[in-house]
């Protein structure tokens, strides 16, 4: 066991202040557990605090109520959880029976997911105090965490009475789900070795858990966030209620039986909430989403792996549960007392903040043919964010429109949504006749206002191309109208949050630059992004004017005090990757979700399939180079072996020419006189024949003399 201490209070602070109680809590890697303990962690002296209040300048930091300890599994060994006064990796029985001893209240959670382990660790552990508990030094507390689970087969005392709560009165008549008899078990145990006055028990059955990022209803909202699809399933029919309390609420409760000590010892944590899994789906879908659901049969979410089989259990928990004992006997101000559905908005904005899915908004001006609308769909790319041109904005505007007015979707639309659509059509049809196909600004400000306020500009974030172009245009889309006439008391203009770009970026180049580039377009192409030439010099210039106007675009951010970024672009980075890299230097990390597991597996056997096909294709070009340097060779030696041959024949040509003169006067005046010599040395035979011809030779050449 390795044992980790984030604090550790001085003697003397010790003696000053009242002693903080030490909290144990098993398993604070996983979600309730982690978020319970953070709770706790943050709660006072003498009250709690929510985590992230802020502290009143003239109060000082209170004593912290409790030092929250807790264990985590082997592979958190590089991690340090900073709310835990101390955390134990992968503890054996004996170290962990050390840590128990030393705690005033031991907190054993196994309301998520809980393996057999996990509770027969919980059954050891108050057992073993049960056995202990006569050489206590002081009392101690056991709080068994346990879920609504183990009382999903109850039926109401008279089931013909509609709408009839259970209650805690009842508890000793619940029924659990088959899936969960070892935990209704243990909470019997927990009750029943709890009595004396030196361990003091309680159980609290809590509802399923939501709030601070999710687990179990995560699937429904990272389906709405993403809005991939039109709908968000729902596995069922979703009719069931489901008993449900926030995280921080729970903790709370647990706060209460720690410093109340209630006399009932079964306690059930539920909020006021009595909703259905379809009313909570489609609250999410609603707020967050595409506002629409549709129903699946249950076993489509084990087929697509939306949910694992015990989830599923809970999901489909049907009971309607009043706890009346955290109403009476505790007093702390709820979190979200009413419920996930009428508490929505706040439980979306923690879900958000959570998990930093913050959208992110960046806004790309320049020049035209800079290359602003490549660097936005790089930068969509790497952010998974959505890429708004003015041009397509306006056509989506039109055919939504269109799609109305004709009475294409009467399922979703009224008679008025239907005739006001028809009137806006026209009216946009009208001006765009007018003006040779442009919209006035404030028509423009309105469809762009529109198209940034939807959910996936909302969810995600934006890359803006190109416009506004103007410091007016950006003040009609961005001014926040409500405080537009308290401007004269703020130094700083307000305007709308939600949807003005955190990030400006001023892309820039020089005319023959860009003149070249739009020059060295396809005729095609070129007429597409209205860089003819006819089109491209009016364009820049009037870029060039509207940049030097006494009021610019810039200038309007600016006064935002989001103070634009200038980029110069060169011939040196025609693929952008210095543009890209100080942009992302300055926007940051996405924060958006990333590949899920098979997605992953998917990229990581599609990047090796590139590997092995670059590799594959780098091996043949070298062979192909290779063979073609060979055939080169051999090709080079052919021709030199043709050169050397000729050569040979043209020497030997040249040899017998320049020999035939000699050759003539050899046949001429030595040869016969030579072959007579030899002719009659054969005839005498003298004894030296040698000699003989060589006085022949020499008397018949002083005879010719």
Known sequence: MKRLTNTNPTMEDTKLQSHPKRIFIND???YSSRHIAKFLSTCGAGG??????????????????FHVVGTLPASASGDEESFLFEQYLSPTRDELWKQ????????????????????????WAITALHAEMENFKSCKMFILISTVMTWAMTKPQNPDEADVLISEEDFRRRRPHPSFKSHNNLEKLVLKLGKKSKLSSYVVACGLQYGKGENLFHYFFKMSWLMQFPEVPLFGQGTNFIPMIHVYDLGRVLQNIINVKPKIKYILAVDDSNNTLEDIVKMISDMLGPGKITKLPQQEASVTEAFKPEELEYLSVNLSLDAFIIKDAFSFSWTSEAGMVENMERIIDEYKDARQLLPIRIFLVGPPAVGKTTVAQRLCSHYKIHHIKIREVIEEKVRQLNEIASGSQLEHVSAEEVSAASKQLENLNKVMELKAGQLDDHLLADILREKLNSKPCSNQGFVLDGFPETYQQAKLIFSDEDTERQDFIFKKPEYNKKITPEHVFALNAIDDFLAKRAQGLPQSKAENMRYTQEEFIPRLTRYRQLNSAAETLLDYFDELEIHPEHIEVTTDDS???DVMKKITETVGIPKNYGLRPEEQEEEDRKEKERRKQKLAAEAAEKKHRKEAALAEMVSQYEEWQKNLSELKIQERELLEARSLPLRNYLMTYVMPTLTQALSD??????????NFVAEYLLRNNQESA
């Open 48 to 65: 709690w605090t929510d985590q992230g209040e802020a502290e009143q300048p003239s109060s000082p930091p209170r004593e912290p109520a």
């Open 575 to 577: 693929e952008y990757t």
């Open 100 to 123: 128990l001893l030393e705690c005033d209240v031991v907190l054993y959670n196994i309301s998520e997911n809980s393996t057999q382990h996990q509770i027969e660790e919980a059954k």
């Open 681 to 690: 040395c054969c005839k005498i035979k003298p004894e030296d024949p040698v």
């Open 28 to 30: 604070v890697d996983r």
